[in-house]
């Protein structure tokens, strides 16, 4: 299992590895790298998500269509206490069902977010989440049958930080998005005109757009020069 150290390590050392021209648009980053905003919901023990539409241009070429939740493309970092309980409201501002599913929650089914517990569009799902496990880094994405795959691609889905809030006292970096990053990975194809493109085929199922890492590329961006701790989530 990669650590986090040697994540944050191995993107410094990507920009001195020659690059195969695989994608003609490659180039050396330039602009700061681009993490989820941060919505700390510690101390008020309750947020809100709304899944809406959007257009984002990944490459600086043409957008594509895309959604997310409180902004165009994906979600915010949710940052939970990792005990006690937290109300949620998920608003579904998309004209299809979604649904929000806690992927690394222990959790009971009843507000788990899978296929059963769809959202329609303009209906407002409230759960309250029973968190009682360990901090650790997780996340939520739609899960909705039949449809996950396409509905995460657009961008349904982020980060949720469990936190027990002695981060300080054991002398981790907590400033979010100078020296702790949350880097969210996903495996994704461009057509010529550099829009996002979801045609999948028997294989795409099975191995991705890109096989995995080998042959991949990491998103542009320079992390800042201060940069300690990371925490990655693979919303694929």
Not at 32 to 51: E, I, K, N, R, Y
Not at 109 to 120: E, R
Not at 212 to 218: F, L, N, R, S, V
Request: overall charge negative; some cysteine; glycine content about 12%.
């Amino acid at each position: 299992m990669i650590s986090r150290r040697t994540l944050l390590s191995g993107l410094g050392a990507a920009a001195l590895i020659p690059q195969l021209p695989v994608r003609a648009w490659a180039t050396t980053p330039s602009k700061p790298l681009q993490m989820p905003p941060l919505v700390d919901a510690t101390s008020s023990g309750q947020f809100s998500l709304t899944a809406q539409a959007g257009e984002t241009d990944f490459l600086g070429r043409a957008s594509s269509r895309t959604w997310g939740f409180d902004q165009p493309f994906l979600g915010p970092t949710v940052k939970l206490n990792h005990t006690g309980d937290t109300a949620v409201a998920v608003h579904n501002a998309l004209d299809q069902a979604i649904s929000v599913h806690w992927h690394g929650l222990v959790v009971p089914g009843d507000v788990d977010g899978g296929p059963h517990q769809l959202v329609d569009p303009g209906q407002t799902w409230s759960p309250v989440l029973p968190i009682d496990q360990p901090p650790a880094t997780v996340w939520y994405h739609s899960h909705t049958h039949g449809k996950t795959a396409r509905q995460v691609q657009m961008g349904l889905a982020g980060v949720l930080h469990l936190t027990d809030g002695q981060d300080d006292a054991r002398g981790l970096p907590t400033t979010y998005g100078t020296d702790d990053l949350t880097l969210v990975l996903q495996d994704r194809r461009f057509d010529q005109d550099g829009r996002m493109s979801y045609r999948v085929t028997m294989h795409d199922q099975m191995m991705g757009f890109l096989g995995g890492y080998h042959g991949g590329q990491w998103a542009s961006g320079v992390p800042p020069p201060s940069s300690q701790r990371g925490w990655s989530a693979c919303a694929c």
